[in-house]
């Protein structure tokens, strides 16, 4: 999808393209009109005139070229981030002006703000998060979902979503969000959305290779910090590695190998683990995306991003740590609730504290916390306290809630930004004896 700020571009390129044609070729003429018997006047003017259609033509050529490359969402080059709008606050209704279907699994719905106002540049790797009325839900579902895309000017947020079956040996309902947005939601519909947000982003003027490492699904953050780089700061080399099953789920593949061509310092590996005989000269290695092959491919002077399944991401954890890649130089996202806690905690559990007494104001409740009770969060769900929550995480800070007294500690390091008096509560547990919680 081209979009209206880019055709606005173009257009104006063309008009100056005309109209440079036109000056120069008058100019030109006058020259030689107005001295007519002099020799170096009358150069000027031919030459001018031939240099006035010369640029006209040219001008035009390449904006014929542009619209005609095919390489769609494709965003004009510019030296500098552009800045945006400010964040709005809370919730805004944004429209779906397009959906498309990435893969077998994966759709992208492309937004647009209904009150038809400025959207804010976000940073290339972060996420919205969506409410979603869903009939037969007790109440609202809020999910996080990376934006996929980095046009710039910013003229549509798009989410690249991957329907969630239910895991093959449970007996349980498939993914309640993803499969409502697949089935439901279509151009037309409406969806109420929080400000991007988050950290896992790239900063994209740092001259250290990047190496965006993905699967599956995991593939959204890392197409946006691609284009990101290969615009913003083109001398820095990135390698895009990603791996999936077959050419069935593999999302966005020409679109990244439009991207590099387009771009040389954007290197592409792709790994199928199960490729089928059409896959062939579709994809570049054979089985799974793990430390062995990101060391064939780059040296460890870099910087790595890992987003994909927990499995995934705890392999190459391991394995750049083995390789003496240093922590801050990796960075990681993970979209799986259950994940995140498995991948190394940075803040150790405070084992002081094995009983509290929790105070939820809004509930109405007083209650005794044991550390069997697992986080807040679980804590208050297991007794019919139902707080929103997405990522479960730490992540996205949908869980956020004011602490009235008290502290708690943290299991994980969090990664959303926590308002001062607030917690987090999915990945908290009390640390003093007595907590009080707006809730
Ligand atoms: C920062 C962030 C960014 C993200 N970005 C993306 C993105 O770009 N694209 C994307 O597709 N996703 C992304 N996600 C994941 C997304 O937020 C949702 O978690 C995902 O879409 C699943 O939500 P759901 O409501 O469809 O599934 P849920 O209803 O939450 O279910 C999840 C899975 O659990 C299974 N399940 C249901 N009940 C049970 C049970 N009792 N026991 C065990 N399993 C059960 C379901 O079948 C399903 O497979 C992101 C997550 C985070 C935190
Ligand atoms: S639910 Fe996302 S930070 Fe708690």
């Keep these: 999808m081209r979009t209206t700020a880019n055709n606005l571009f173009l257009k104006s390129a063309e008009c100056a393209g005309a109209g ?3 000056a120069t070729f ?3 003429v006058m020259i030689g009109l107005l001295s007519p018997k002099e020799r170096a006047a009358n150069h000027w003017g031919v030459s001018a005139s031939l240099l006035g259609l010369v640029g006209g033509a040219s001008i035009g050529l390449i904006q014929k070229r542009e619209s005609q490359s095919g390489v769609d969402n494709e965003p004009i080059k510019i030296d500098s981030q552009p800045t945006g709008e400010a964040y709005w606050k809370g919730w805004r209704n944004f429209t779906v002006v397009h959906k498309v279907k990435e893969s077998e699994e994966i759709t992208s719905f492309y937004l647009q703000p209904q009150d038809g106002g400025q959207l804010p540049q976000f940073e290339a790797g972060q996420f919205l998060t969506l409410k979603l009325d869903i009939p ?3 109440k609202p579902v809020i999910r996080t979902y990376s934006l996929s895309d980095y046009p710039i000017p910013v003229a549509y947020y ?3 979503i991957k329907r969630e079956p239910a895991p093959p040996e449970l007996n349980v309902m498939p993914g309640i969000a993803s499969n409502y947005l697949h089935a439901n939601i279509g151009e037309g519909s409406v969806i109420a959305v929080r400000p991007p947000s988050g950290k896992f982003v790239i900063d994209v003027h740092k001259s250290l290779p990047a190496v965006l490492i993905s699967n599956g699904v995991g ?4 197409i946006s910090m691609a284009i990101a780089c290969c615009y913003l700061n083109p001398n820095r080399p990135i390698w895009f590695v990603h791996g999936t099953r077959n050419g069935l789920s593999h999302a966005f593949r020409d679109d990244i190998l439009a991207l590099a061509q387009k771009h040389p310092n954007l290197h592409v590996h792709f790994t199928y683990s199960r490729p089928r005989p059409e896959d062939n000269g579709f994809y570049h290695s ?22 994909g399944s927990p499995s995934f991401m705890q392999s190459l954890q391991s394995g750049l740590k083995m390789w003496g890649v240093p922590d801050n130089q990796v960075f990681y996202e993970s979209f799986e609730r259950q994940a995140s806690n498995s991948i190394e905690p940075q803040i150790a559990t405070d084992k002081g504290i ?3 007494q929790i105070v939820f104001t809004e509930s109405n409740r007083k209650l005794i916390w044991t550390m069997n ?3 807040l969060l679980e804590f208050a769900e297991a007794n019919d306290i139902y707080p929103p929550f997405s990522c479960r995480s730490g992540i996205c800070g949908t869980c956020m809630c004011k602490i009235l007294e008290g502290e708690v500690t943290y299991q994980q390091v969090p990664t959303a930004d926590i308002e001062p008096g607030s917690v987090l509560i999915c990945i908290s547990k009390p640390r003093t004896s007595r907590v009080v919680l707006a809730l």
């Design 354 to 356: 094995t009983e509290a």
């Design 286 to 307: 054979e089985g799974y995306v793990d430390s062995q092959k990101i060391k064939q491919l780059v040296g460890k002077e870099a910087e790595f991003f890992l987003c």
């Design 20 to 22: 440079f044609a036109i």
């Design 373 to 375: 009770d697992g986080t």
């Design 26 to 28: 008058l100019s030109g």
């Design 158 to 160: 798009r989410l690249s």
């Design 136 to 138: 037969g839900q007790s």
């Design 219 to 222: 593939i959204t953050p890392m």
